[in-house]
């Protein structure tokens, strides 16, 4: 079978795709973009999609628990946590989502995709599930209006700031001993990691700068 070739957009891109669907390269000189998914009930999934394919890789949208197949990474988005976690209950989704990362591929909650990866999460209590060692407070940068944009130093992504949206972002209140801080605004974290399982309390999916995808799924942009 020849390997998948992504739509419009992408028409010189291959996607491969690691796990048992995965196929060898027919031709190993050609640009091997990886597949990565994006949970995709509710939420700017598709905002999530455009920055993966600027960034050289090839989305997925996922929306049944067997789209995750052969994926080499997976982003929650942001959104309504409440209303994802009612879909991601309707079927066997903790589960799987817990194989996902048990499996070493990158996971990466943005805003409410946060919410659902912590540990606790606060303001009201909610079921999440539980990946990584984060106290997450929803709301606590304050309501729809007081949504907000800032630029911020961060190390990993070399000398150029990055502009960072927050549009009714969760407070990330406390961090495990296992989780690395990688951005902070106002003296709190808002990019995290703990292994491969990533988080950020901004929308890294609404401004042109790829530089965060890029790191999380380590892409090479297209040129
Ligand atoms: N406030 C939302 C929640 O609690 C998250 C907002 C967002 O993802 N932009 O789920």
């Known amino acids: 079978m020849a390997p998948r070739r992504a739509g419009i957009g992408h028409a010189r891109r291959t996607c491969y795709s690691r796990g048992p669907t995965r196929q060898p390269p027919l031709n190993p000189m050609l640009h091997r973009a990886p597949t990565i998914g994006v949970l995709s009930f509710q939420g700017d999934f598709a905002a999530h999609a455009q920055t993966l ?45 817990r194989d996902f990362a048990a499996s070493d591929r990158p996971l990466f909650g943005t805003c409410a995709g946060a919410i659902l990866l912590a540990r606790v999460v606060t303001h009201p209590a909610q079921a999440s599930l539980g990946l990584l060692d984060i106290t997450a407070r929803r709301n606590g940068y304050g309501r729809q209006v007081d949504s907000f944009t800032a630029r911020i130093a961060v190390d990993a992504l070399g ?3 990055l502009e960072i949206v927050f549009i ?23 990019w ?18 790829t530089r965060v995808h890029e790191f999380v799924f380590d892409l090479k942009p297209s040129s």
Do not use: K, N
């Not at 989305?59 to 976690?85: H, Q």
């Not at 009714?168 to 808002?190: D, M």
């Open 159 to 161: 000398p150029e700031p």
């Open 168 to 190: 009714r972002a969760p407070v990330i209140e406390a961090v495990g001993p296992g989780v690395e801080v990688l951005a902070t605004y106002g003296g709190r974290p808002v």
């Open 192 to 209: 995290v990691r703990q292994g491969r399982i990533f988080a950020t309390a901004f929308h890294p999916e609404m401004t042109d700068d």
């Open 53 to 97: 394919e600027r960034a050289g890789a090839c989305p997925r949208l996922a929306r049944r628990i067997a789209d995750l197949d052969g994926l080499d990474g997976l982003i929650l988005p942001g959104g309504e946590s409440t209303t994802m976690l009612r879909f991601l209950r309707a079927e066997p989704w903790f589960d799987a989502l």
